[in-house]
Structure formats: C-alpha cells, structure tokens
C-alpha cells in the first residue's frame, strides 16, 4: 500500500548529497511524502536537469535551519503528521573558513533540527559526518577507533556528533563518509581534475605533495545515496544485528568503498584520462613545503588560476559553474583519509555496486561537466 511508505524531510536537500538522495528517493518512488529544505534556491543551485522533477519547487522550501524561528516552517506538514525519516545533508562544506561559520551553520544547525526532530519523535534522524574525525592512520579506522578530527569541518561535526547523542528521544544514526565524487561533484575530485585539465593545457607535469601511500578515501554518490536509505529502513525496522553491548548506544557508519583509494591510485588516474605526467614530491621536499604551507599554496593557486580563466575564456564559458583548481590548504596535510566499511556491510547487509574509484568512473564525471558546459 502506498500509505505504508515513508514520508522524508531532507535538510540541505539542493546540496551535492542532499540531491543525489532526493533523485534516488523520487526515481524509486521509496516516499509517501518529499521535502527539501536548503538556503539556496533551486535556480541558483546549479542543479542539472535530471534533477528537476526531484527537486521541483512544490517539494522545495527556502529556509535557514539553523535558525529556530524557521522549524515550524521546515517540520510542519499540512496533514498535521510528523516526518518519518529526517537526513541532514546540510552544513557548512566550504574549507578554511572562521570558526564561527561552523559553529553556527554546521554544529548550530545539527543540534538545531536534532532536537526539532527529538521533539516531533521523528523515526529516524541521519546525521551526516566526516571520515576527518579519525586519527590519521594508514591503516583503515573503524567506526570505534581513536578520534582526532584534522579538520575545520571535522572538529565541529564531531561535535555535532557528541551532543546529538545526549538528546534524549533523538532516534539517531551517524553516518561519516570520506570524499564523495560522481557526476557534478565540486570537490576535492573537481579540484584535481580542474588541475589536471591545466597541467595538460600547459604540457607539464602534474606533482602531488607527500607520497602515493597518502589515503584519500573514496565513496561513488550513487552508492552514498542508497546506502543513507539502506541505514534509514534498516534503523525503522528495527536495528537487526546491532549490538549495544559491544558498537555503543547510537549506530555510526563509515561509507566507504573498498578501493583503498590513496594519492597513487587518484594519479595513476589522471595520468591515464589526461595523457600526462603524474608524480609525488616526495617526503623530503613536502616536509621542507609543510614549513610554508601558507606560501606553497598561494603559489600552486598563482600558477594555475590564470591559465584556468584563460581555458574557460577560450572555450567561451562565461558561466564557469562551481568548477575551480583552486586548492585549500586543510586538503593539502599528510593526513590519511582511510576508513573500514564493513560494519555497514555485515549489519546492514549494504553491497556496494562501485566498489573502486576507475577511470571509466571519473571520465563520467568529466562527461557530465561537458553537458553542463562547466568544462573547457
């Protein structure tokens, strides 16, 4: 029966996940009910048009959530019911900015729409977190292992994190995801491809800091997105195989592939879509870089901004789109991004249909730039 399924709130639904989540929901017709929320407007959220019927304007509402005056508006539904399920992809995702920033639009915002939903005894609450709160180790960190967030992002998730679990009747999941690629992502991937893109216009060789062994953790948004329903439905029916005792009170999932995708395997990559030469500074020179990280990273950015604006001038895109190789130094630190999934996939029961970033993975992506004509 229709009536059985589940009506869904997704905050920060225009952003890249939040998206992606609201398509696969749409496409598979998993929900009674839809909305999305975010502080964008649709028209100025660079959404392609495969998104339209998902992220139409009937199923759109424009508000801030961290702001409290705004969660009468985003909750309540004209049926006077409450949200089943409530995803949180929303937060500040930008790199490098004040503390301030975070602590308003990403911790303020969790514990913001956490206790609307405690309030409400929404079934389900998906908090999505980062990989970046583990200890930086090579060797992949479980979802119990030592924490030691290594970025801006990361200290204030985790403590979103922390105090979500403290609000009483909060039916809570954590999800921590490494970097997420696919189709019209503009992050770490786009930024590496956009540099690469440069390398090759210029003839030269494309060098990364640290070493190849460096993790860079991957997830394709496809299987992000059908695993934060996966963990949804599996917490509403009844959390099968979840063990207090030994995995704590509130359930926490790495999503994450297992390509182990390090430094090496994202070069070897790109020196095969792009037909350059790829290599590693090596720990020498980037110990001497990490001295002056400051000055390396406005030289890189000097070096290839220019010749970046020349490419899109010579191509005749005047709309760049959110495509930029402009790097941020917190992704520039020798601190492994590296994460075990198999809880995910042995409690769950979850199997990942692109289990390994490839080079048909990432031409896909490049091709989905070209339709939007982001790319020169």
Same mark, same amino acid.
């Given at each position: 029966?229709?009536?059985?399924?589940?009506?869904?709130? &997704? !905050?920060?639904?225009?952003?890249? =996940?939040?998206?992606?989540?609201?398509?696969?929901?749409?496409?598979?017709?998993?929900?009674? *009910? !839809? #909305? /999305?929320?975010?502080?964008? @407007?649709?028209?100025?959220?660079? /959404?392609?048009?495969?998104?339209?019927?998902?992220?139409?304007?009937?199923?759109?509402?424009?508000?801030?959530?961290?702001?409290?005056?705004?969660?009468?508006?985003?909750?309540?539904?004209?049926?006077?019911?409450?949200?089943?399920?409530?995803?949180?992809?929303?937060?500040?995702?930008?790199?490098?900015?004040?503390?301030?920033?975070?602590?308003?639009?990403?911790?303020?915002?969790?514990?913001?729409?956490?206790?609307?939903?405690?309030?409400?005894?929404?079934?389900?609450?998906?908090?999505?977190? +980062?990989?970046?709160?583990?200890?930086?180790?090579?060797?992949?960190?479980?979802? $119990?292992?030592?924490?030691?967030?290594?970025?801006?992002?990361?200290?204030?998730?985790?403590?979103?994190?922390?105090?979500?679990?403290?609000?009483?009747?909060?039916?809570?999941?954590?999800?921590?995801?490494?970097?997420?690629? $696919?189709?019209?992502?503009?992050? %770490?991937?786009?930024?590496?491809?956009?540099?690469? #893109?440069?390398?090759?216009?210029? $003839?030269?060789?494309?060098?990364? @800091?640290?070493?190849?062994?460096?993790?860079?953790? +991957?997830?394709?948004?496809?299987?992000?997105?059908?695993?934060? %329903?996966?963990?949804?439905?599996?917490?509403?029916?009844?959390?099968?195989?979840? *063990?207090?005792?030994?995995?704590?009170?509130?359930?926490?999932?790495?999503?994450?592939?297992?390509?182990?995708?390090?430094?090496?395997?994202?070069?070897? =990559? &790109?020196?095969?879509?792009?037909?350059?030469?790829?290599?590693?500074?090596?720990?020498?020179?980037?110990?001497?870089?990490?001295?002056?990280?400051?000055?390396?990273?406005?030289?890189?950015?000097? *070096?290839?901004?220019?010749? %970046?604006?020349? /490419?899109?001038?010579?191509?005749? !895109?005047?709309?760049?789109?959110?495509?930029?190789?402009?790097?941020?130094?917190?992704?520039?630190?020798?601190?492994? @991004?590296?994460?075990?999934?198999?809880?995910?996939?042995?409690?769950?029961?979850?199997?990942?249909?692109?289990?390994?970033?490839?080079?048909?993975?990432?031409?896909?992506? !490049?091709?989905?730039?070209?339709?939007?004509?982001? %790319?020169?």
């Amino acid at each position: 029966m229709a009536t059985e399924k589940p009506s869904v709130l &997704i !905050i920060g639904g225009l952003g890249y =996940i939040g998206r992606f989540l609201a398509r696969y929901i749409h496409e598979n017709e998993l929900a009674s *009910d !839809i #909305r /999305l929320v975010d502080k964008v @407007l649709p028209q100025l959220a660079w /959404l392609a048009p495969e998104f339209e019927k998902a992220c139409s304007a009937d199923k759109f509402i424009q508000a801030d959530a961290s702001k409290e005056q705004a969660l009468g508006r985003i909750f309540d539904r004209p049926d006077g019911k409450q949200w089943d399920y409530v995803f949180n992809c929303g937060g500040e995702t930008r790199y490098s900015q004040e503390d301030e920033v975070y602590k308003v639009r990403s911790l303020g915002l969790s514990l913001a729409v956490g206790r609307e939903a405690a309030k409400r005894k929404v079934k389900c609450f998906v908090e999505l977190s +980062t990989g970046m709160v583990y200890k930086s180790n090579s060797s992949p960190s479980k979802e $119990g292992d030592k924490l030691k967030p290594w970025s801006k992002i990361a200290v204030f998730k985790l403590q979103a994190e922390e105090e979500l679990a403290k609000i009483e009747g909060l039916n809570l999941v954590i999800v921590r995801l490494p970097h997420v690629y $696919g189709p019209y992502a503009s992050q %770490w991937v786009a930024t590496a491809l956009c540099m690469a #893109r440069v390398y090759q216009a210029l $003839g030269e060789e494309m060098k990364f @800091l640290w070493t190849r062994d460096l993790r860079t953790n +991957t997830a394709h948004i496809d299987d992000v997105t059908r695993a934060l %329903w996966a963990i949804a439905t599996w917490y509403d029916s009844g959390k099968a195989n979840w *063990d207090e005792k030994s995995m704590g009170s509130t359930p926490i999932f790495n999503v994450v592939d297992k390509g182990s995708t390090s430094q090496g395997v994202v070069a070897d =990559i &790109i020196g095969q879509v792009f037909g350059i030469q790829t290599g590693f500074q090596g720990q020498l020179l980037s110990n001497l870089a990490r001295l002056n990280m400051d000055s390396v990273v406005d030289d890189v950015n000097d *070096d290839v901004l220019g010749p %970046w604006a020349d /490419l899109l001038a010579e191509a005749g !895109i005047t709309r760049p789109g959110p495509l930029t190789p402009f790097m941020e130094k917190e992704l520039l630190k020798d601190t492994d @991004l590296s994460m075990d999934g198999s809880r995910l996939e042995t409690v769950v029961g979850f199997q990942y249909q692109k289990p390994v970033i490839t080079k048909e993975l990432v031409e896909e992506v !490049i091709e989905s730039y070209k339709r939007m004509k982001w %790319w020169p």
